[in-house]
Structures are given as C-alpha cells and as structure tokens.
C-alpha cells in the first residue's frame, strides 16, 4: 500500500455555501472525505491530509503559496510515497509549472487536481477527481517521478497544461504533447512516462530535492493585440523587470511594421530584458524564422519559447534568474528543454517539421 501525503491547499472541491458565496472551509473536506465510504475502501492507498491555514481560493495564490507547497513536499518526501496537491482550478497551472521548476531531483510523483464543482454538491466532478488522482498513486507510485496534473480522467505532465474551459469538467489541455495516463475502465500510463520495471522493483531515491524558492526575480505577460500602442508595452518592459512572456499571434508573429513596437523590444532587450516569445493559439509553436513578422522580433533579440504555455514560461524565467545566470545564459536556456516543458525543433514530428520548412522556402521567394 502506497503512502500519499495529500497537501491541501483549498479551492472549489472543499468549499461552502456561505452568506458570501462558496469560500474555503476548514475541516470541511477532510470530514466529507471521512464520511464517503470509496475513499476508506480496499484498493485504496493510506493517505493522510496536511492542509494550509488559512486554506486559498486559487486567485490568491502567490509564489510565495508555491514555496510553502514546495517545502511541505520536501520536509515529508522520505515518510511518503507520492504527494496529492488539492488546489483551486484557476491557477493549478501555474502552480504545476512551478514546482516542476522548484523540486529538484524530484524522484517521486507529485500530482495536482481539484474540481470544477464542490465535493459537498449532489453532482460534482470532486470525487471522482480526488479518488482516481489516490488510485493512481497507489498503483503508480513507484513508477513515476515528476510534476503531473490529473483532471477528468486525464493525466498530463504539469508544466504542459493550461486552463481552456471554466464551465466544464474538461477544464485542462495539454495542446502540444497527448496525456501522460488516461482513466478508463483501467487507469493507463504511458510506457514512456514511467521508470523501466527491474527484477528488484522500482526503488524510488528518499532524498530530498532540493526546493528553489520563486518570486524574487521581477517578470510578466504580456498579450499582444491589434491597435496595441508601443508605450503600453514600453511600461511592462520598464525597469526593474528583468524577463517578459509575450504572448503573440500564429507562429509567434508581432506587428513588424510598428516601428515603435520594435524600438522598445529592441531598447529592452540591449538592457538585458529577456523577451520570450510564446503562441496565443493553444496549439502549435512559435518559429520566428518562419515569418517575416516573426524574424522582425528576432532581429530585435526576442527568443522563441517554442510551444511552451505561458504558465511554463513564467516559471521558468523565475526559476532561471533565481540560479543567479547572466542574461545571455538566461535567454539561450529559456530555448533548451529543461523540465519536458518544450519541444525543441529537432524534436518536432517529422511532418510538422517538412511543412515549416516548406512555408519557410515559398516565403523566400
């Protein structure tokens, strides 16, 4: 029987009606826990509940929120076997970003759900979230290592996820890579994603990571849109910032015949503003060599952030600046593939790889 310290950080799935609408509760959803008999029955993996005071609608949630999961990880890793972090739904990808950066070596699974509706409510995608997230410890736990999020039946690896739907119980996506596990009639993990079996068995490491705390360094997101003034963007790139998500159209284009526009991306940039370029469309990923849209941004100093989400490039531009790394080293880590959170070019599948190249040779003529 897989050990599994369940972090509680608060969110939809343990919340109350109250006089000011659903809030957090303490208590609340360890007692309903208790009261249901599927999570007491056979099958299912111990586990035990540490849960945050004051317990946090997601909204509130701050790096400094990331370090006090983080830590509780660490300080229980040896006396656990997976960890289940129950977090409100609006920035669970955030959070899962961040600890895939800030938890390192992570040699156990650490894996985040929650709910679109409370526990308590008669219909509610609670427990069948929080059940199947336990089960899937209990049979996996020796074989995964890393930071996962588990939503509707889905598990993905959690710097690949963002929010895509607030009224469904398919809240998440993973655009650019499948899901690691499915749960049907059998909960299903990919073979890629778990630990080669041993005739010994799997013997995950009790040491520790080592915990990177996030939050010091000074970065944002910024989304383009049509009409956009250079001085707004101006503003974000202003000093004390030190890295900047820009969130573009298609193939990570901007608008190259804004003079200004490109002005300040370059002014910052020779300042030593790292400017990441990420996608707005949730699938594909940004090729500024594709477009000459695209190669204005480059020439300017901008790098790609292939098809990271926004959540994972945020972390990671926090993590890197926390390792203390020169700008230059900032910006040429920010295009490697550290945590599983992008896809280099050479990584592509080959036909996405063929049509780019083809785009690229008719734009050149």
């Given at each position: 029987?897989?050990?599994?310290?369940?972090?509680?950080?608060?969110?939809?799935?343990?919340?109350?009606?109250?006089?000011?609408?659903?809030?957090?509760?303490?208590?609340?959803?360890?007692?309903?826990?208790?009261?249901?008999?599927?999570?007491?029955?056979?099958?299912?993996?111990?586990?035990?509940?540490?849960?945050?005071?004051?317990?946090?609608?997601?909204?509130?949630?701050?790096?400094?929120?990331?370090?006090?999961?983080?830590?509780?990880?660490?300080?229980?890793?040896?006396?656990?076997?997976?960890?289940?972090?129950?977090?409100?739904?609006?920035?669970?990808?955030?959070?899962?970003s961040a600890l895939s950066f800030m938890l390192d070596p992570l040699d156990k699974p650490v894996v985040l759900t929650g709910s679109q509706i409370p526990l308590a409510e008669t219909r509610n995608d609670?427990?069948?979230?929080?059940?199947?997230?336990?089960?899937?410890?209990?049979?996996?736990?020796?074989?995964?290592?890393?930071?996962?999020?588990?939503?509707?039946?889905?598990?993905?690896?959690?710097?690949?996820?963002?929010?895509?739907?607030?009224?469904?119980?398919?809240?998440?996506?993973?655009?650019?890579?499948?899901?690691?596990?499915?749960?049907?009639?059998?909960?299903?993990?990919?073979s890629e994603a778990l630990r080669p079996r041993s005739p010994e068995g799997p013997s995950p490491d009790d040491t520790a990571p080592a915990v990177t705390a996030l939050g010091d360094a000074t970065v944002?997101?910024?989304?383009?849109?049509?009409?956009?003034?250079?001085?707004?963007?101006?503003?974000?790139?202003?000093?004390?910032?030190?890295?900047?998500?820009?969130?573009?159209?298609?193939?990570?284009?901007?608008?190259?015949?804004?003079?200004?526009?490109?002005?300040?991306?370059?002014?910052?940039?020779?300042?030593?503003?790292?400017?990441?370029?990420?996608?707005?469309?949730?699938?594909?990923?940004?090729?500024?060599?594709?477009?000459?849209?695209?190669?204005?941004?480059?020439?300017?100093?901008?790098?790609?952030?292939?098809?990271?989400?926004?959540?994972?490039?945020?972390?990671?531009?926090?993590?890197?600046?926390?390792?203390?790394?020169?700008?230059?080293?900032?910006?040429?880590?920010?295009?490697?593939?550290?945590?599983?959170?992008?896809?280099?070019?050479?990584?592509?599948?080959?036909?996405?790889?063929?049509?780019?190249?083809?785009?690229?040779?008719y734009r050149q003529r």
């Amino acid at each position: 029987m897989a050990r599994i310290l369940i972090v509680y950080t608060g969110g939809t799935i343990g919340m109350k009606k109250t006089a000011q609408g659903y809030a957090p509760v303490p208590g609340y959803l360890q007692a309903q826990i208790e009261a249901l008999p599927p999570f007491q029955s056979d099958g299912m993996p111990a586990f035990e509940v540490h849960a945050f005071d004051p317990l946090l609608d997601s909204a509130n949630m701050a790096p400094r929120d990331w370090l006090r999961i983080a830590e509780t990880i660490r300080d229980a890793y040896a006396a656990y076997d997976g960890f289940l972090v129950v977090h409100g739904t609006d920035t669970m990808a955030f959070t899962s970003s961040a600890l895939s950066f800030m938890l390192d070596p992570l040699d156990k699974p650490v894996v985040l759900t929650g709910s679109q509706i409370p526990l308590a409510e008669t219909r509610n995608d609670a427990q069948g979230n929080l059940l199947t997230a336990l089960l899937l410890l209990e049979q996996y736990a020796a074989r995964l290592a890393g930071v996962f999020l588990h939503f509707n039946d889905r598990l993905y690896r959690g710097n690949r996820v963002t929010k895509v739907n607030a009224d469904a119980f398919a809240a998440f996506d993973s655009p650019n890579v499948p899901p690691v596990g499915t749960a049907g009639i059998n909960i299903e993990i990919a073979s890629e994603a778990l630990r080669p079996r041993s005739p010994e068995g799997p013997s995950p490491d009790d040491t520790a990571p080592a915990v990177t705390a996030l939050g010091d360094a000074t970065v944002a997101a910024f989304r383009l849109f049509p009409g956009l003034e250079a001085r707004y963007l101006a503003n974000v790139l202003a000093p004390p910032v030190q890295g900047v998500v820009l969130e573009c159209y298609g193939s990570g284009n901007a608008p190259h015949a804004n003079t200004d526009f490109l002005e300040a991306l370059r002014e910052a940039t020779a300042r030593g503003v790292v400017i990441v370029d990420v996608t707005q469309p949730l699938y594909g990923t940004a090729d500024l060599e594709l477009y000459a849209t695209g190669r204005a941004l480059l020439d300017a100093g901008v790098v790609s952030g292939y098809d990271m989400t926004t959540e994972a490039a945020l972390a990671k531009l926090y993590y890197l600046f926390e390792q203390g790394h020169s700008t230059d080293r900032v910006a040429a880590l920010m295009q490697k593939n550290l945590r599983g959170e992008l896809t280099p070019p050479e990584e592509e599948p080959t036909s996405v790889g063929k049509t780019r190249r083809r785009l690229a040779r008719y734009r050149q003529r």
